[in-house]
């Protein structure tokens, strides 16, 4: 890298220090338009990945809601 393509992205602040710009070259167009296709390719593998956490939670939440129901429910019936 040469000194002219080094001075386009860093400059010396007041007091001395380094700062990092950004050139306007260095940053991407953003992309408009997404085809159908590519949004269900997006959603199917967000479900893929989503649908099992989500299935393995209220699996756990239940669990823990119906354990609790029946120790409630074995302390009334022995009295203690």
């Not at 386009?8 to 070259?25: P, S």
Request: aromatic share 12%; net charge negative; with cysteine.
């Amino acid at each position: 890298m040469d000194s002219t393509q080094l001075s386009d992205k860093v400059k010396r602040g007041e007091d001395g220090a380094v700062e990092e710009t950004f050139v306007e070259k260095d940053i991407p167009e953003p992309q408009t338009s997404i085809s159908r296709e590519e949004s269900r390719a997006v959603l199917r593998r967000i479900d893929y990945y989503l649908i099992p956490v989500m299935t393995i939670t209220y699996a756990l939440q239940f669990y823990g809601t119906a354990k609790s129901f029946y120790c409630s429910l074995f302390i009334i019936l022995t009295g203690r």
